[in-house]
């Protein structure tokens, strides 16, 4: 497996380099193209730390056509996990065309250069959003996508689109290419070393970022947004996933397009199935913890929905994957991670 490498783009960010560690201590050779817009080049040596083996690194930006085409003329590259793109909602709705611009173009020039180099397997980040704001919970792979709610989401979807032509057209043609697309949940968590996690620049807009910056008293308290949904508490369910488990979701999903059997266009749901409210999430936390996280109601955030959990069985019973930890885990983790010296930068 050492003379063919799998290419991360994206790779130093919080899904990316989790995906690189499982990679790299399963036995694959890595490479990493990520231009550094929205990550940190101190994650290649935390990389390195926890796997004891050093991915190749390029500081490029996948948009760019030429650099990508170095990268696949120096190593033989496999397989592509896509991971490089823009992914703040909020912003994608106040500066939409800097969202499409980048997210597609990266996304074209690597299957360009993909096709150049003769690389035929691609695996992209897609997310459940995708499923928009009119199928029922739990959501399924052969639901209907569309009706997302922000242009980021459109982006995932149009990314769908083109992977699902794509795919199409080389069965037409009889050719060997082959897409899976992994619609991630909630990821949350960090590694347990707690050298490498998700470091949101400003304040952050996810949940559990929040709820790490409220209880390490960096934030005076978090803002549910809205206690009116038709929930059990009121609050918004969501399927939060462990981020080790979604990286190792990664590593099934790339043995599976590596065999015969699989088909040229693959979805999987990578979530546990299960929802949890904005409230259980901040009990669990404070339990877990010991530590209080001060919360106010607030009102709704515009474009949420009240329900998102997958079905995660087709998972289950294609890739043999499954999400092993809970969300005591996932607190636990985040914790760990947000008090430890390489998320407050001391390493
Ligand atoms: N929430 C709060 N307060 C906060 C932040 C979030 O109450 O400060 C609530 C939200 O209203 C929602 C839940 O916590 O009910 C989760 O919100 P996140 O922002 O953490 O996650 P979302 O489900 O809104 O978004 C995530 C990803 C997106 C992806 C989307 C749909 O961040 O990239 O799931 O799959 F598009």
Same mark, same amino acid.
């Given at each position: 497996?050492?003379?063919?490498?799998?290419? %991360?783009?994206?790779?130093?960010?919080?899904?990316?380099?989790?995906?690189? *560690?499982?990679?790299?201590?399963?036995?694959? +050779?890595? *490479?990493?193209? /990520?231009?550094?817009?929205?990550?940190?080049?101190? *994650? %290649?040596?935390?990389?390195? !730390?926890?796997?004891?083996?050093?991915?190749?690194?390029?500081?490029? /930006?996948? +948009?760019?056509?030429?650099?990508?085409?170095?990268?696949?003329?120096? &190593?033989?590259?496999?397989?592509?996990? &896509?991971?490089?793109?823009?992914?703040?909602?909020?912003?994608?709705? +106040?500066?939409?065309?800097? #969202? #499409?611009?980048?997210?597609? /173009?990266?996304?074209?020039?690597?299957?360009?250069?993909?096709?150049?180099?003769?690389?035929?397997?691609?695996?992209?980040?897609?997310?459940?959003?995708?499923?928009?704001?009119?199928?029922?919970?739990?959501?399924?792979? @052969?639901?209907?996508?569309?009706?997302?709610?922000?242009?980021?989401? $459109?982006?995932?979807?149009?990314?769908?689109?083109?992977?699902? @032509?794509?795919?199409?057209?080389?069965?037409?043609?009889?050719?060997?290419?082959?897409?899976?697309? %992994?619609?991630?949940? =909630?990821?949350?968590?960090?590694?347990?070393?707690?050298?490498?996690?998700?470091?949101?620049?400003?304040?952050?807009?996810? %949940?559990?970022? #929040?709820?790490?910056?409220?209880?390490?008293?960096?934030?005076?308290?978090?803002?549910?947004?809205?206690?009116?949904?038709?929930?059990? /508490?009121?609050?918004?369910?969501?399927?939060?996933? &462990?981020?080790?488990?979604?990286?190792?979701?990664?590593?099934?999903?790339?043995? &599976?397009?590596?065999?015969?059997?699989?088909?040229?266009?693959?979805?999987? =749901?990578?979530?546990?199935?299960?929802?949890?409210?904005?409230?259980?999430?901040?009990?669990?936390?404070?339990?877990? =913890?010991?530590?209080?996280?001060?919360?106010?109601?607030?009102?709704?955030?515009?474009?949420?929905?009240?329900?998102?959990? !997958?079905?995660?069985?087709?998972?289950?019973?294609?890739?043999? $994957?499954? !999400?092993?930890?809970?969300?005591?885990?996932?607190?636990?983790?985040?914790?760990?991670?947000?008090?430890?010296?390489?998320?407050?930068?001391?390493?």
């Amino acid at each position: 497996m050492d003379d063919r490498y799998v290419l %991360l783009t994206g790779g130093l960010g919080f899904i990316g380099s989790h995906t690189a *560690v499982e990679l790299l201590e399963a036995g694959y +050779s890595v *490479v990493i193209a /990520d231009d550094l817009s929205n990550s940190d080049i101190s *994650v %290649l040596g935390r990389i390195e !730390a926890i796997s004891g083996r050093k991915p190749v690194f390029y500081q490029i /930006d996948v +948009s760019d056509r030429r650099a990508v085409r170095r990268v696949f003329r120096a &190593h033989d590259i496999s397989a592509v996990i &896509h991971f490089a793109g823009f992914k703040a909602v909020g912003e994608s709705v +106040s500066v939409p065309v800097k #969202y #499409y611009r980048n997210n597609i /173009d990266s996304m074209l020039s690597v299957l360009e250069e993909m096709d150049q180099a003769g690389c035929k397997r691609v695996i992209f980040s897609s997310s459940a959003t995708v499923y928009g704001e009119s199928n029922p919970v739990p959501y399924r792979e @052969d639901m209907p996508a569309g009706a997302c709610s922000n242009p980021y989401g $459109w982006t995932k979807f149009m990314i769908e689109r083109i992977l699902i @032509d794509k795919a199409h057209a080389a069965e037409l043609k009889g050719e060997d290419f082959k897409a899976t697309l %992994l619609r991630y949940f =909630n990821p949350i968590g960090a590694h347990p070393s707690g050298l490498i996690g998700e470091k949101p620049n400003g304040i952050p807009n996810n %949940l559990m970022p #929040y709820i790490t910056q409220v209880a390490a008293g960096i934030r005076p308290k978090l803002s549910v947004f809205g206690n009116d949904y038709d929930t059990p /508490d009121g609050t918004g369910v969501r399927d939060y996933i &462990h981020v080790v488990d979604l990286a190792k979701g990664h590593l099934a999903a790339l043995g &599976h397009i590596e065999r015969d059997e699989s088909e040229s266009l693959n979805i999987f =749901n990578l979530g546990t199935g299960r929802g949890y409210s904005v409230l259980d999430v901040v009990k669990a936390f404070e339990k877990v =913890n010991g530590v209080p996280v001060p919360y106010e109601i607030a009102p709704r955030r515009a474009g949420d929905l009240a329900w998102s959990y !997958a079905d995660a069985s087709l998972a289950e019973k294609t890739l043999g $994957w499954k !999400a092993e930890l809970g969300i005591e885990e996932m607190c636990r983790d985040s914790w760990n991670w947000q008090n430890g010296p390489a998320c407050r930068g001391e390493l």
